[in-house]
């Protein structure tokens, strides 16, 4: 599909249902929206973005926090999932929502942020391996798709450590793995 105007911005309760139907096209399965619905009755939503294109919701991403052991003083975030319905998809809506929900990560002070996924998609926007960084994701080692971005220059003297730091979503993804 060729790439046509659109909007991001945050998401209201109205948005809920069609924020769900667009993950579930997304990826095929109601997995991942029954993970939003977890993710919101937990209030454990700390940023969401969404895609509109022709006032129709296209696409959604969000932001919840992780916690680390050993302890890594935060705000820490993971970025899951992130869902663009199919007949949009690679028309820069993803990228769009990413960069625009990272941004306000960074107004947060986020130290951290962890991603699940594709290591080119994801490496685009600047998550490196977490291996590099000495993490890893708890739930399973996922090599280089399991990514980090840290804020280096403020906080990495202060982050390093020798023990490989294990990083947990938020429990609203258990059932998920
Ligand atoms: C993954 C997803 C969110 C990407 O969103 P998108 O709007 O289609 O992606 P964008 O248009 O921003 O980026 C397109 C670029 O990313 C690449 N890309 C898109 N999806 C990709 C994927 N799953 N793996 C690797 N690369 C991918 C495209 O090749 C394209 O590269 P180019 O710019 O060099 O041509 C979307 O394809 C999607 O919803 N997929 C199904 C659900 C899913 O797997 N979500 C991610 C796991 S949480």
Known sequence: ??????????????????????????????????????????????????????DEI?????????????KLVGPLFGLAPVAVRPDHQRTGLGSAMIKDGLKACRELGARMIAVLGDPKYYGRFGFEPASEKNMSWAAQDAGDAFRVMIDDENHWGDIKTNETRLVHFHPAFDALS
């Open 1 to 54: 599909m060729e790439a046509r105007p659109y909007t991001i911005r945050d998401v209201r309760d109205a948005d809920h249902d069609r924020v769900c139907a667009v993950v579930v096209a997304a990826f095929g399965q109601e997995d991942e929206a029954m993970l939003v619905h977890r993710l919101w009755d937990a209030g454990a939503v700390t940023i969401e973005r969404l895609a509109v294109v022709d």
């Open 58 to 70: 296209v696409g959604y991403c969000a932001f919840s926090p992780v916690t680390c052991t050993p």
